[in-house]
Nanobody, 121 residues
Framework: QLQASGGGLVQAGGSLRLSCVGS????????MGWFRQAPGKEREFVAA????????YYSDSVKTRFIISRDNAKHTLYLQMNSLKPWDTAVYHC????????????????WGQGTLVTVSS
C-alpha cells in the first residue's frame, strides 16, 4: 500500500512537501515515482528515483523547482515542491515499479491514492 499526503492550497511561489509512505519491508526494492494529473489531462511524469537514490530524474517542467528523495528506512518517498506555479495544480500520485527507471506511467504497477495540490495565482 502507498499512502500519499501533504497536498493543499498554496499561493503561487510557495512550497509544499509531499510524502508517500509504503507498507511492508520491500519499499527499497522499487523505483519510486511521482506523477500528476490535472483535470481533463493525461497523467504525466514528474520525478523518479532509483532504489538507493543513485539516480534521479525530473520532467523538464519541474527540474529546477522540485526535489525528489526517499528514506528507505522509513519506507517514505518525498517530493519537495518549490516556486509553485498555477499550472502545477493537479492530483499528485506516488507509484512504484520493479526493474529499471521509466517515465511512462503505464509501466508503474502500484499506485497510491493521490493528494491534491492547488496553486492559486
Amino acid at each position: 500500500q502507498l499512502q500519499a499526503s501533504g497536498g493543499g492550497l498554496v499561493q503561487a511561489g510557495g512550497s509544499l512537501r509531499l510524502s508517500c509512505v509504503g507498507s511492508g519491508r520491500t519499499f527499497s526494492n522499487y523505483v519510486m515515482g511521482w506523477f500528476r494529473q490535472a483535470p481533463g489531462k493525461e497523467r504525466e511524469f514528474v520525478a523518479a528515483i532509483t532504489r538507493d537514490s543513485e539516480m534521479i530524474y525530473y520532467s523538464d517542467s519541474v527540474k529546477t523547482r522540485f526535489i525528489i528523495s526517499r528514506d528507505n528506512a522509513k519506507h517514505t518517498l518525498y517530493l519537495q515542491m518549490n516556486s509553485l506555479k498555477p499550472w502545477d495544480t493537479a492530483v499528485y500520485h506516488c507509484a512504484r515499479k520493479g526493474g529499471y527507471y521509466c517515465s511512462d506511467f503505464k509501466e508503474y504497477n502500484f499506485w497510491g491514492q493521490g493528494t491534491l495540490v492547488t496553486v492559486s495565482s
